[in-house]
């Protein structure tokens, strides 16, 4: 699927930020949700949409565009613990201090382009993965922070990673953060849970705690009823293009159905889960 079908309320959200004389996106932009690649396909597009020269199209073949799509942009950088390293960089397992101070560095000089840095990690058989504590630790994030916070004019950084608390606050606080839904979910089957929850968005505030005894009493599954909501929640977003304030409450929606995935993983009771869940999305 093409990413501005996926995506349309992300893409418009950056075009009309971009093409706006003034380039009004942030300095420092955080993608969370599990679909790493989407996220790093995000960051390009939008890499792509700061430095085309020309019309900004999806199959745009202006030199920025083609060098961007074949990973070889010198001011678009993707920074990874195997990319992007200092020639005496020994480290392996992280983004490393020396690589934070290659940034700086570079940084000091003025560029033509817009500058773009994708922080993310990467397996040894090349796919992209999100940052964590551990190849994205304290320290390397602490020597960014002051750039992150006050970059040179035309530079923005990207932070990807599954969950947003996999990364230190700081770097949260300075950057504005967007959920990026999963679409592994919407092949899922989500008949199931029709005669319950189908347009919940029009149920009252009475109705929540039956919705959500009748979620807890419809499989002894509970994780699998909750994908079963995310499906239909992206089936809806899908229909709903073009209605931004729908959509944004089905963004919010769908990552309050990811958050309570993990309240039953930590053990919280489905029934009140269901019910945390219901409170917050039925209004
Ligand atoms: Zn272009």
């Given amino acids: 699927?093409?990413?501005?079908?996926?995506?349309?309320?992300?893409?418009?959200?950056?075009?009309?930020?971009?093409?706006?004389?003034?380039?009004?996106?942030a300095h420092s932009i955080l993608f969370y949700g599990n679909d790493i690649n989407a996220q790093y396909k995000l960051a390009i597009y939008i890499s792509r949409l700061l430095n085309c020269k020309?019309?900004?199209?999806?199959?745009?073949?202006?030199?920025?565009?083609?060098?961007?799509?074949?990973?070889?942009?010198?001011?678009?950088?993707t920074i990874s613990r195997k990319d992007n390293k200092p020639d005496d960089d020994e480290s392996k397992t992280v983004i490393s201090l020396k690589q934070a101070a290659k940034i700086k560095q570079s940084l000091l000089n003025s560029s033509d382009f817009h500058r773009v840095f994708i922080f993310c990690d990467r397996d040894d058989d090349n796919n992209i993965l999100g940052l964590n504590r551990l190849n994205f630790q304290e320290e390397t994030a602490n020597a960014l922070l002051k750039t992150i916070e006050e970059p040179p004019k035309n530079t923005t950084f990207f932070f990807l990673t599954r969950d947003k608390n996999d990364l230190i606050s700081t770097i949260i606080s300075r950057s504005q953060c967007f959920f990026v839904p999963s679409y592994e979910n919407e092949i899922i089957d989500w008949t199931p849970i029709k005669d319950i929850?189908?347009?919940?968005?029009?149920?009252?505030?009475?109705?929540?705690?039956?919705?959500?005894?009748?979620?807890?009493?419809?499989?002894?599954?509970?994780?699998?009823?909750?994908?079963?909501?995310?499906?239909?929640?992206?089936?809806?977003?899908?229909?709903?293009?073009?209605?931004?304030?729908?959509?944004?409450?089905?963004?919010?929606?769908?990552?309050?159905?990811?958050?309570?995935?993990?309240?039953?993983?930590s053990k919280v009771t489905p029934l009140n889960a269901f019910e945390n869940l219901c409170i917050d999305i039925i209004k």
Wanted: charged share 25%; glycine share 2%.
């Fill in 197 to 265: 929850f189908e347009n919940y968005f029009e149920f009252e505030r009475k109705d929540v705690f039956n919705v959500a005894c009748s979620l807890n009493n419809l499989s002894k599954n509970s994780i699998e009823t909750l994908e079963q909501i995310q499906s239909y929640i992206l089936s809806l977003m899908k229909s709903n293009y073009n209605n931004k304030p729908f959509l944004v409450k089905l963004l919010h929606d769908i990552e309050a159905v990811e958050y309570t995935k993990k309240q039953i993983i």
């Fill in 54 to 77: 020309q019309d900004k199209n999806f199959d745009c073949n202006c030199l920025n565009c083609n060098w961007i799509n074949n990973g070889e942009h010198p001011a678009v950088l």
């Fill in 1 to 25: 699927m093409h990413l501005s079908d996926k995506y349309p309320f992300l893409i418009k959200y950056f075009e009309s930020g971009i093409k706006n004389p003034e380039k009004s996106i």
